[in-house]
Each structure stands twice: as C-alpha cells, then as structure tokens.
C-alpha cells in the first residue's frame, strides 16, 4: 500500500475527550475513527490488525475443535424471557430497537439463548454430544463507563463459543481443552508472559468459579489478588483472603456502652472512642434468600456481597431497607451491633473479626456503641466464621499463607460455566444410551478481539506511538524513501517485496525525511526500511527495528535475505 493512496492520515492530536491512551494512539495513527463514547469505527489499518487477531483466535478456536458459525445480531424476546433474561432490571445493558409493526426486538449482548435455540433441533442423543461452536462478530452493550477506549465499549467485535456436553465430566474436559487454547491466543499475541488465568465469580449459574484470562496493565478495571509462588490469581471480588493479625490486649476489660451522638462512620467513631479502626467492628444487615441476616466485618473492612452469596449458596443478596433495620435492631441506621437481635436474625461472622479482644460493637441504640466486647463473654462465639470481606491490598492468602501480590488488570476473555441452566429452561434434552432423558450441560466462553487490539496497542507502545507485533501488523514493513534516485531504488524494492509476500507500506509522499520517520514511528510498523539518495550510491539500505530503535545497514540481497 503506497501512502498516496492510503485513506487515512496522521493526526497530531486525538480528540480532546478521549482519555484512554490506546484510542488516543490509534485515532492519531489513523488506525480507527470516534464516532461516540464507546463506539469506534475500524479504518483500513485498524481492519487489518482486527483481522489479523481473528484469524489467530480462529486458528486456535478450530485446532480446539470449534467450529465456525454467525449468528444474528436482533434477537427476539421469546426465548430471552424464558431465561428471565429480558428484563431490564435483570439486565440493565440491553440496547432494544423497534420493527414498524411494534414488535419490540433485542441487539445482540450475548447469544447463550439463541444458540440452544438454534442448535435444539440437530442435538438429540448422546451420540451427538459434545459439540462446539462459535462465532466472531459484533455485540452491543448499553455500558454506563464507556472511557477506557477500545477497552469497554458499547459496541465491540468479540469471539464467543459455545459447548454442549452429556455430564460434568465430559463438560470439564472440554471446558480445560478451552483453556489451553485461550493460552495460544495470547502466547501468539505477545501477551503471555503478563496474562494469567484468573478464578472469578460464577454467578448465579454455578456454585464453582468462572475463569477469566487477565493482562497485566497499570489502566485495567480488575484488581487481581496473586498467591506468591503459585499459579493462583483472584479477581478482588471472589479472593479469599485473612486479615492479617492486630495486636491485641492480653486482659479483657468491662464491656461499657459509650454515648456516641451522631457518629456512625467506623473513622469518625474510632476517633471518638479513641480506639484503632482494627478494634471497631462493622455490623450490615441484609435480606439473604428472604431471611434477614447480621454481617459483621472489622471496621476496615467492607461486606463482600459475592463472597457472602458464595458462602451461603444463595440466589438473593440485598441491603436492607430502612424501616427493616430500624424494627430488627431498634435503633437508627448505622447502630446495629449484635448483641440482643431477635432470634429469627442469622449472625455471620468474617473471621476478621474471630481474635479480636476488647473490641467496639453497636449497641442496636440510637446514639450507643458498645467498647470493650468480648467473645464467649458477651456474646456467644459463631461455632464458625466466614470469609465475606472484600480483600484488600496486605492480606494473606489463605492457600500460602503469604501476603498477596496484588496488581491491575484487564479482562482480555472469559470461561463460564453455564451447568444446565439454559438449555433446561429451553426444553433441550438429549436421550443417554439408555434412552433415557438427560439433561446438557453448557459452556460459554468469550475472547474481546477489539478489546485485544486496544490492549496491544496500550502494551506494546512507546512515547513515539505504537509498536505492533509483527503476527498482527497492518503491514511487516515501512518504507521510506528519501530523494530521487532513492525514490526510484524504493518503487524497484517494493514491487521485489510484494512478488514475494511481503506486505509493505511505501511511504512515497513529497514530504520531508522527518515526518515519514515521525509516521513510521506513530503507526508502528516492526520494520522501517529507508531507501536514500546517499544509501543508493553506496549500494546499502537502512533497516530498523521498530521494537528496539536498533538499525543495522544491509545491502539489496541481504535486505530481501532478511525481509522475504
């Protein structure tokens, strides 16, 4: 491609509301267009790169033993509505669209529903099983944080495959065949050495845990929780972590209920009762599956809502609402502690709170808190504590027993384990050896192709502008050419290159020798070959690497040697 008849050009400046440095580098590099928050269009450099991304996840989605399918973006809202997933509040980022007949239709999220739909009628038996499928195209989120660029957005190209299979044992060995191929994926992208397969919430399809597959980056969302000398990683919202130990007094003092006015915050409250925010203890109450619930945590700590569902294995987990504190504890909001709740309230305990001694506790009375509470003392100690605090960075794994390593990521793909839930409720059976009726059990596993992009392009950047590897460049080379003769020599050089494959962008303009290197550096091509005057009268080319800077001078045969 020569870049006269390149459609795009460089830019000096990327829009002023863009923030995240991987659309600020690729607007600039022309690589993609802002059309709004989240949505960006793939100009002809940008397609390439998305197209080069789909063809490794391809590749190894096949070796795997995907196969190839693309489903429809308008989805209907039968089949959703037997799932309970067309409900806005139980979705809250469906984008929906209108026929002139009224009928209201989905835009493509997720396609769990309509692939049992479509394939119910080819699985039957269990000599059908296992199958996998899986498409790359376009999904549409109504996302409420849209600003990280091609890292979340409302509309993106993603890979999302789907398995079938007769038991947990079949599902699982297919489920781990996945795993290994999502690691090719990005071994092949250069991502490897800093993507880590990450344990996650299973939601409210399985009481085991999905998996993600997490790139470390300063700019990522996640907060991953490492177990030092293992191969364990943790999104912050399911880690398992202990709180590390406090020192603690050696005498128990009276329990005292102190006039506390006003104060309800665990900071504003230890400065009151001049006591360490690790002695305080924080009491949330919730309405779990119907039942109110006492969650009690160390003050500087927060409930875990997941962790706590986990715990409990249940479906529903809801703050309170003000009326049901003020009847349970009798007291305003911010005062619940739990000594003398009503016998129908379930006490859970976080084991932050087993070896306190002398410790702060609300006194279920408006304007009381209780010091110096004690376990086994004045109040029965929980025959078992639980884990449901959120971790945060200092904490100990509980597996190693060291302190977490604990560092950003982004979600570059998924691993979900469906169970049966959605092809049970789509009436999808199939008849075992027996002839018996069984139920399917169901995968779902996703890759964010542009996402990747946007993460290649944040990764493998400089101050210069980008860096790609050379499997998913526009284009292998970037060739310059300086002055006439050079011009001549560099129109010679890049038909030679294209006989033999290699693709090339022949920077042929009349502008200066700065702004052609400045380019080649923006648009981070992993070669640059430059073609001059002075170079021709030597019989040498300049070939440089984009990655290290390094340039090495070659002659005509050893350059094509390297190259082609």
Known sequence: MRRTRLFTKTLREAPADEVARNAQLLIRAGFVHKEMAGVYAYLPLGLRVIEHIKQIVRE????????????????????????????DEVVDNWFKTKLLNGTVLGVGLTHEEPIV???????????????????????????????????????????????????????????ENFAVAYGKVYERLGLGDVTY????????????????????????????????????YYNQEVAPSRAPRVEQASEQLPMEAKHTPGVVGVEQLARELGVAVESTVKTMLYVIDDVVTAVAVRGDYEVNEI??????????????????????????????????????VRIIVDDSVEPLVNFELGA???NEHNVNVNWDRDLPRPECFYDVKDAKEGDLSPETGEVYEVFRAVEVGNIFPLETKYTDLLDMYYLDENGERQSIVMGSYGVGVSRLMGVVAEHFSDDKGLIWPENIAPYHVYLVSIGQTGSEKADELYDELAKRGVEVMYDDRDVRPGEKFADAELMGMPWRVTVSDRGVEAGTYELTERKTGETVVLTYDELLAKLG
């Open 364 to 366: 279920n009375v408006t």
């Open 307 to 344: 962790k706590l569902r986990m715990a409990l294995d249940a479906k529903s987990v809801a703050l309170a609402d003000e009326d049901t504190i003020k009847r349970v504890t009798g007291a305003e909001v911010g005062y619940a502690g739990l000594i003398g709740l009503p016998d129908d």
């Open 117 to 175: 739909d479509a394939a119910r009628p080819y699985i039957s038996s269990y000599k059908d099983l296992p199958k996998s499928v899986y498409q790359i195209g376009n999904k549409y989120r109504n996302e409420k944080r849209a600003k990280s660029g091609l890292l979340r957005g409302r509309e993106f190209i993603m890979k999302d495959l789907y398995t079938f299979a007769r038991d947990q044992e079949e599902h699982e060995r297919v489920y």
């Open 197 to 232: 397969r990450v344990k996650a919430d299973g939601g409210i399809f399985t009481k085991r845990y999905s998996d993600e597959f997490q790139t470390r980056t300063d700019i990522g969302e996640d907060i991953i929780y490492h177990a030092k000398g293992s191969e364990l």
């Open 60 to 87: 190894e989605m096949n070796a795997a033993g995907g196969e190839e399918l693309l489903m429809t973006t308008l989805q209907p809202s039968d089949i959703w509505e037997k799932t309970n997933r067309w409900d």
